[in-house]
C-alpha cells in the first residue's frame, strides 16, 4: 500500500506541475533555438571543413582523464608516501571501466533490454561486465606488483582473484562494485528515458511548428488570390464606364503585387513595409471610388521597425473601404495604426452601407484573417468591432513578444 501510495502521490505532483514542467522544457528549446540561429549568424574562417562528430566526445574523455591528474602538481601530494603506480591504477581502471560501463548500457543494453523488457539478458550482461571489469584491474595490479619469474601461469593460479599477495583482492571489492554498477545502471536507465522523452517532446514540438507554419503559408497564399480577385473585379466594373481609369488601376495594382510578391515572403516584415502596402492599396481603391468619398489614412509609429506579420491588417482595411460605399450619400473610411512599445493598434472607422452578401461568397477574408491572428498571436490579441450611429469599427490590438528600441 505504500508503495502504491508513493507512486500516486508522484503521479499527482507531476500532474499538477505539468504545464511549470513544460514551460521550463519549451523555454530550453528556444535557447538552444536562439543559440543555434546566433551560432549560424557567426562568420567564422577558422574551421571550414566537417569535424567528426567522436572530436567532441574525445575531447571530454581527454578532459575526464587528464583532470586528476591536477592533484600531482601539489609538491605535497607528490612527495606524499601513499601517492604510487598502484593508486594511481586503482583509480583509473575503475573509473574507466566504471564509465565504459554506463556507455555499454546507455548505447546498447538498455535500449536493446530495458525497453524491449529483457530484463534477466541484462542483468546477466551487466554481471559479465562487472567480472570484466575486476578482471582487468586485477591485470593492472598484476604488472605493477608482478616479481621476475611470475608469468601467465602464476597469475591464474596464484595471483588473479586471490588476496593472497598484497590485499589487492577481496569479496567486498566485488559488492562495492556491484553495487556501484548498479547505480550506473540505474543512472543509465534514467538517462534514456529522459533523453528520449526530450527528444520525442523537440520532434513533436518541430512537428506542430512545421503544421503551424505549412498551414500559415496557406492562409497567406489565400489572402492575396481573395484581395487580387476582389481588385480585378472592381477594375472590370471600372472598364465599362471609365477605361482610363481602369488604365490607371492596372497600373497601381502592378505596382502593389509587385511589393506584395517580394517583401510578404518572410514571417514578419518592419511595420512601415505593411503600411507601404496598405496605402498603395488604399491609392488603388481611390480610383474608382467617387470624388467625394473621404479616405484618411494616418499612423503614429514609435519604432518604424517593428515587426509584424505581413498583409496581418489587409483585411481591415479592405472590408472598411468595401462596406463603406453609400451610392445615395456620402461615404468615408478612416484608418489608423498606433504602434508604441510592444503593441500595435490598427483602427478603421466607416460609414455602413454592408453589401449584400451573394450566395457564392464564402467570406474567405475574414476567414483567414480570424484563422492567422489565432495562429500568429494566440491570446496575445483582441478584435472587436462595433456599430455607433451608423458608424462601423473595428479595432486591432496585438502584442507581440519582441523587444522594442525606440528609433532615433
Known amino acids: 500500500m505504500t508503495v502504491k501510495k508513493t507512486a500516486k502521490a508522484v503521479t499527482k505532483f507531476f500532474e499538477t506541475k505539468r504545464g511549470t514542467f513544460e514551460g521550463l522544457q519549451e523555454a530550453s528549446f528556444m535557447r538552444s533555438e536562439k543559440y543555434l540561429m546566433d551560432l549560424l549568424k557567426e562568420e567564422t574562417k577558422s574551421i571550414s571543413y566537417p569535424i567528426p562528430p567522436f572530436v567532441p566526445l574525445l575531447l571530454i574523455w581527454i578532459f575526464v582523464l587528464l583532470f586528476p591528474l591536477a592533484t600531482f602538481l601539489d609538491p605535497s601530494v607528490i612527495t606524499s608516501p601513499k601517492i604510487n603506480a598502484k593508486g594511481v591504477v586503482g583509480f583509473y581502471v575503475p573509473f574507466c571501466t566504471t564509465t565504459l560501463i554506463f556507455f555499454l548500457n546507455q548505447k546498447f543494453l538498455v535500449p536493446s533490454c530495458i525497453f524491449k523488457k529483457h530484463y534477466i539478458p541484462f542483468v546477466i550482461h551487466n554481471a559479465l561486465l562487472v567480472i570484466g571489469a575486476i578482471f582487468v584491474r586485477e591485470v593492472a595490479f598484476f604488472l605493477i606488483e608482478r616479481n621476475p619469474g611470475e608469468g601467465i601461469t602464476y597469475f591464474f593460479t596464484s595471483y588473479c582473484f586471490s588476496n593472497m599477495k598484497g590485499g589487492h583482492f577481496s ?3 566485488v559488492i562495492l562494485f556491484s553495487i556501484l554498477v548498479g547505480f550506473v545502471c540505474g543512472i543509465s536507465v534514467l538517462y534514456n528515458i529522459v533523453l528520449r522523452h526530450t ?7 518541430e512537428q506542430k511548428n512545421k503544421s503551424l507554419q505549412y498551414e500559415l503559408d496557406f492562409l497567406k497564399n489565400q489572402l492575396s488570390p481573395h ?3 476582389n481588385t480585378l473585379n472592381n477594375i472590370s466594373a ?3 464606364f471609365d477605361p482610363k481609369r481602369a488604365e490607371e488601376s492596372m497600373a497601381k495594382l502592378s505596382k502593389l503585387l509587385r511589393v506584395m510578391l517580394y517583401q510578404t515572403s518572410d514571417s514578419t516584415i518592419p511595420i512601415k513595409e505593411e503600411i ?3 496605402e498603395k492599396y488604399a491609392d488603388l481603391e481611390r480610383l474608382r471610388l467617387d470624388p467625394s468619398y473621404k479616405l484618411e489614412f494616418t499612423t503614429d509609429l514609435e519604432t518604424e521597425d517593428f515587426q509584424i506579420a505581413p498583409l496581418i491588417a489587409m483585411p481591415l482595411v479592405e472590408n472598411a473601404i468595401k462596406h463603406s460605399v453609400n451610392p ?3 461615404s468615408f473610411a478612416r484608418i489608423k495604426i498606433v504602434q508604441k512599445g510592444n503593441i ?3 483602427f478603421t472607422e466607416n460609414s455602413n452601407f454592408p453589401r449584400k452578401k451573394k450566395s457564392n461568397e464564402g467570406g474567405l477574408g475574414l476567414a483567414t484573417f480570424k484563422k492567422r ?6 491570446e496575445r490579441y483582441e478584435y472587436k468591432t462595433e456599430v455607433v450611429d451608423n458608424t462601423y469599427k473595428a479595432s486591432l490590438t496585438i502584442v507581440t513578444d519582441q523587444a522594442v528600441r525606440a528609433s532615433d
Open 171 to 173: 569479496f567486498i571489492t
Open 199 to 205: 527528444l520525442r517532446a523537440f520532434v513533436q514540438r
Open 227 to 229: 484581395f487580387l480577385f
Open 238 to 240: 471600372l472598364i465599362q
Open 276 to 278: 507601404d502596402i496598405l
Open 328 to 330: 445615395d450619400g456620402p
Open 344 to 346: 500595435v493598434e490598427f
Open 373 to 378: 491572428l489565432d495562429l500568429l498571436y494566440s
